[in-house]
């Protein structure tokens, strides 16, 4: 892995309805943001999952962005099982809101500063406590929730500026897809970090929206346990993408239907 990170390497990827997944895992995906966060470099790592594919798949302008991502980690479990059918023998599950936990732990490690942009006032401050707390040689030079509405270019330098002025190296964004796979795009190259998109991290990680048992994230069925905690906001997404990806997902495997960017 080392001699990877050397070179600087893309990881090995496979697309999936035209959009990329990288075949990483926990330890090479840390290790790579820890690289890029040490050099200073302003990179942005998106955490894939069906309702990414699926907005990739409808929008192209979308799609493209994704796939000029530095790290496409596979978040959702239907996509783990997609590499596997495409070859990618072994691969794991890389799921946000464990490479938060992980990304906290070596940045801790090594006294690097992380930040944190998104989630409201409530969930973000509940947020840093509680990372804080678990790891207590955190440096958290950044954190700030936007308002909910479109900022105006002004707004936005200020917030550039206010990030890069804090020194953190490494910024998890929490906007929700595909929001936060828009922002990190726009500004990468302005912010001067490695900006991680891992939404739904933010209220797991705070305690406001309780994780699904580990066996219903095994078997996939975390998207189920979501919409019985939040069902009026979560059942139009799944109505709509679910089962459209699976059926795309099979003529793909099948080798009945190829996709642009594929």
Known sequence: MSAVLESQSPPVHRRILGMRVDTTSYEDATLRVLAWARAGESRYVCVANVHMVMEAYDDSRYRALVNAADLVTPDGMPLVWVLRRLGVRGQERVYG??????????AEREGIPVGFYGGAPEVLEKLVEKLKARFPGLRVAYAYSPPFRSLT?????????AINASGARILFVGLGCPKQERWMAEHRGRVKAVMLGVGAAFDFHAGRVP????????????????????PKRLWRRYAKHN????????????????????
Request: aromatic share 10%.
């Open 97 to 106: 809101p464990e490479l938060t936990l992980r990304v906290c732990a070596a």
């Open 153 to 161: 270019p002004e707004e936005d330098a200020r917030i550039v500026e």
């Open 211 to 230: 994780q699904a048992p580990a066996w219903m994230q095994r078997l996939g069925l975390e998207w189920f346990f979501r919409l019985l905690m939040e």
């Open 243 to 262: 089962p459209r990806f699976v059926v795309l997902a099979a003529l793909q495997l099948l080798g009945l239907r190829r996709f642009e960017g594929a």
